[in-house]
């Protein structure tokens, strides 16, 4: 076999997916496929570890392992075409995502800064930012952009949103929200992308970052008095366990305190604990 073949610490390593994991696959769904070595360990051929990596990134993306995992590479076209058909870009997300492909993070932040200019925050927001974010996750869990493509985009970004967002507040007023995300929800892009939309329209806004635990968010309700908690969920946070945290968020602040929710993961939740209000875009926002 001319082909490399790699061991399964290697695999491990380079598709995130623990070896129990897939040694449980092999069995349960005939994939991955390892040969053994002289020594009788496990090691994988390199177009399996491609493919590996496909799987881990729709299962990202919140599909499950059983839907995923037994498919061969022509399925998965089948699949990821189904997910992520082909649209037109917008001028200002065309231009920023063949910059991050082609340039450094400078040129990349200064791209953003012209298009933010002429924009203003709001429009910059839901026409640029919130598309651009959605082509680079669709493109990212189809193998067409590199993963450090994505984390530059990330890292330019919350740093460019952050100074923004700090000079809008320096005249913020009244109502006051709090924003975190819960624990075991590590994306926080779209907590900034909901800050820097408050803020343009003169909101103040406490953003505590990702992975606080629920007292943590009750006790900063109280130093900050708080009128509002926003909280997202992205669409691979546990889908089982969004409305009981929920629940016990409510049950834990006072009843005049709002509470928010948004995310691509808050959109598969019907059924509303009362006191909680959903939004399904930054355009319309209960503010």
Partial sequence: MNEQCLNIGTVERDTGIARDTLRIWER???FPEPIRNDKG???????????????RRL?????RPGKVVG??????????????????????VAHLLSVLQNTDGLELESA????????????FITDTIAPLLNIVGERWAMGKLQVFEEHLLSEVLTRFLN????????TAMKPRVLLATLPGE??????LMLAATLSSRNISVVNLGGEVPLDQIVAAVDRFDADIIGVTFSSTYQYEHIRNNLIELRESIVEDVDIWMGGEGAKRLRKLPTGVTKFTSLDVLPC
């Fill in 28 to 30: 349960r769904y005939g």
């Fill in 41 to 55: 360990e496990r090691i994988y051929p390199e177009t399996q570890l491609r493919r590996l990596q496909r799987i």
């Fill in 59 to 63: 299962l990202d993306q919140g599909l």
């Fill in 71 to 92: 498919l061969n590479d022509a399925d998965l076209d089948k699949l990821e075409a189904k997910l992520y058909p082909t649209r037109p870009l917008n001028d200002s």
């Fill in 112 to 123: 953003i800064s012209k298009i933010y200019q002429q924009q203003g925050m709001q429009t």
């Fill in 163 to 170: 100074c923004e967002i700090s000079t809008l507040q320096k």
């Fill in 186 to 191: 590590k994306h926080t892009l779209g907590l």
